[in-house]
């Protein structure tokens, strides 16, 4: 269902004139790094407005639902004109939060009749939803995974003002929007809520504080990935051989082992 109503909803903005990118993420097998790319078959391509650029990856084992070239997509397409890009991550539950630092509005997708979801949510994933979705809103139990995710929002604020962090009184409250993405239904009202949610950050200054925080995720991924480089080559990947297997033997602790190898590449 989630894929479905992704492509509901690149639709949708199409048919408003609205420029759409959309970046599906599937799961790599751990061990062969593959994916089926299964979004491709999911997405009912053949219907709908024309224009939607679609572009399947895979997360490649990377943690937190996302795989590291989405975010120099999302530039791509941005710098291509897309006016509205949608990711679809993993959907792996908890471990999905990565896409808070490269999208301005999160939305979690919750189905009826799958206890799962709101375990899920209460695990953790519930801190990063701008929007609330209720897809297949049709089926049995709708209402009551309504009611749960509107309970656990009025428990999160009770628990905030009781902990002395009440947020101000500008702050976003999450929408709960109920779909049927195969009909189309409560699609246009979802479209709506993520344009507002852009509008609130817009009108309450927010928006910049989200810029801000996903170029700090930005920098310090660069800085992750250049330092990994710096680790896996030449007679530094040779000392790090070593290191690996005096850490296995539990010779030397692996904190020890990584201040060697960093001191080895001019990093005190």
Known sequence: GKSTLVWALGSEYARRGRRVGVIAVDPSSPLTGGAVLGDRIRMPMGQGPSGIFFRSMASRGQLGGMSR??????????????????????????????VRTIAHTTAVVAVPGLGDDIQMLKAGILEIADVYVVNKADREGADKTAAELEAMLKVGF???????????????????????????AGVGELADAFDEHRRHLRETGRWDAVVRRQAEAELQEALLLRLEGALSAGPVAEERARLIDAVGRRDIPAFEAADRLLRRIGVD
Not at 162 to 184: C, F, N, S
Request: glycine share 8%.
């Open 158 to 184: 009770a628990t905030a003002e009781a902990l002395g962090q009440a947020p101000p009184e500008d702050a976003w409250t999450p929408p709960i929007v109920r779909t049927i993405a195969t009909k189309g």
């Open 69 to 98: 070239s989405v975010r120099s997509v999302v530039h791509l397409l941005d710098a291509f004109g897309k006016d509205v890009i949608i990711i679809e991550t993993v959907g792996a539950g908890q471990s999905d939060v990565a």
